[in-house]
């Protein structure tokens, strides 16, 4: 056991995916553009340029707001955050330090621990800086982007629920519909705060800052490195030293980057250019009522439907969700288990993801299935058919008959078939090991039945027929 206490706090940085930036009317969507092609005037804090607030900001933040069971405060405000780097032409950030727009709240992760929410605040994204050998480019087009920082109180003491709770906040933030959620090119970030003291200190210890992790994985390995790193450290009775780090999932390893700046450094001061936001009450709660389901609205909804393991793999894809809550209850299990095993298995299931079959589809093959009609192999094959464009608004059941897959279900003409695999020389002594106890051949039969059917024939209904016939 490790005589130390680790503590955990996360800044996740959210963009918004808004049409334009927060402060200027500049396309926000940069993705595949040319590098400094989406940059105003304002974005460079020119002369006479004055930034324009983005109202669609406000209302996502409303949404962020609420999916992390926050308080909305009704006055809010912009400060400027100074400091100094390339890729940050204004030579300050505007942000929201002393009045957020966000209050208080918290995240539920899916063990039911409880991480508190300090606030959120809106502000402008810097650029973006590539480093090569000897050099390094700049490119602007990230600049102001809208961004919601969510800053977590110190409620997390392991790497584990480090990991669920920036899973679970991104979940929040791709259900309320206000980023992309695409961790890989940045549109959320996560800047993780570690820290250790003595079991039983009243007072945190020195903590350090591991800047800019866009992987659920980075954070919980960074998380484990930084303990096992600053436990050594105190061990030795050296001291942790207050500074930002940078994550190699290469090395797997924290590197030291600047030290670590206070508030002071800041020299926060009021924008001047903004006028403080003031949002009514009917206005906050009208925004709010446009928050979808969140996951655990879904979690709750399908408990007793849907295993906990099948849930937690599928919560990672609203659209999926959002489609079982369109499907009949009574087929949610089956649809949820095809969406699991077979659907995301593909290697197209992103593609796939983009246009989902109708309930009205996915309803009608589950009730097939039901009814035996289609055997386990044929209702998957089914199934991918409806992801395919070509098959698009056929139906489940005219697919299937085109494919040949219905499974013959009626007894009379099951019975003549049966009989006729019966009466074939090279079942005979199958039969006779059958009455004579040996149960296994009795899968031999049905084999053969299916043979004969071309894999028409119901096997449940097979197996009954054969049961009967040669136990007469």
């Not at 974005?43 to 983005?54: E, I, S, V």
């Not at 405060?73 to 966000?102: C, E, M, V």
């Not at 590197?255 to 001061?269: G, I, L």
């Not at 056929?394 to 279900?409: C, D, H, S, V």
Request: with cysteine; hydrophobic share 35%; net charge negative.
């Amino acid at each position: 056991m490790s005589k130390y206490v680790p503590t955990i706090g996360i800044e996740c940085h959210v963009q918004l995916c808004t049409k334009t930036k927060l402060f200027s009317e500049v396309d926000n969507d940069a993705r595949g553009k040319e590098p400094n092609s989406c940059v105003s005037p304002v974005d460079y804090a020119l002369p006479g340029m004055l930034p324009r607030l983005n109202g669609e900001a406000i209302r996502f933040a409303i949404l962020a707001g609420r999916a992390m069971n926050c308080e909305i405060n009704a006055l809010s405000r912009f400060d400027r955050k100074h400091y100094f780097y390339p890729d940050s032409p204004k030579g300050y950030q505007i942000t929201q330090f002393y009045q957020p727009i966000i209050g208080s709240g918290y995240v539920e992760l899916p063990s039911g621990t409880k991480i508190r929410i300090e606030h959120a605040h809106l502000e402008g994204d810097a650029g973006k800086l590539t480093h090569f050998d000897g050099y390094s480019l700049v490119d602007l087009n990230r600049v102001d982007t809208p961004l919601i920082e969510i800053v977590s109180m110190p409620d997390i003491h392991s790497a584990k629920d480090a990991h669920d709770y920036c899973k679970e906040l991104w979940r929040l933030m791709c259900y309320a519909g206000v980023t992309y959620g695409d961790l890989y090119n940045g549109n959320m970030r996560f800047d993780v705060n570690t820290s250790l003291a003595p079991e039983g200190s009243k007072k945190l210890g020195v903590r350090t800052e591991v800047k800019n992790l866009n992987s659920f994985r980075s954070v919980e390995r960074a998380v484990e490195y930084e303990i096992k790193r600053q436990t050594k450290v105190l061990d030795s009775g050296e001291k942790v030293v207050q500074q930002t780090l940078g994550w190699s999932d290469t090395t797997g390893k924290t590197t030291p980057q600047r030290s670590k700046e206070v508030a002071a450094d800041y020299r926060y001061m009021p924008e001047p250019d903004l006028p403080p936001i003031h949002l009514s009450a009917e206005f906050i709660e009208a925004e709010s009522a446009k928050l979808p389901l969140m996951p655990s609205d879904y979690r709750e909804r399908f408990k007793s439907v849907i295993a906990e393991d099948i849930m937690e793999a599928l919560l990672d894809y609203p659209t999926l969700m959002q489609k079982l809550g369109e499907i009949n209850e009574q087929y949610v299990k089956n649809v949820s288990n095809w969406f699991a095993s077979v659907l995301l298995a593909e290697e197209k299931s992103a593609e796939y993801l983009n246009d989902l079959p109708s309930a009205k589809d996915l309803n009608e093959l589950a009730e097939m299935n039901e009814k035996k009609e289609l055997s386990s192999t044929a209702t998957k094959e089914v199934f991918l058919r409806l992801f395919d464009p070509q098959m698009k608004g056929r139906g489940a059941k005219n697919i299937a008959k085109e494919l040949g897959l219905i499974q013959e279900n009626d007894l009379g003409a099951l019975e003549k078939i049966v009989d006729a695999v019966l009466a074939k020389p090279e079942t005979q002594k199958a039969q006779e090991d059958f009455k004579a106890g040996q149960e296994k051949v009795l899968g031999f039969l049905v084999g053969q039945v299916m043979k004969e059917s071309r894999g028409k024939a119901n096997p449940s209904a097979v197996s009954e027929i054969l049961r009967n016939k040669l136990t007469k």
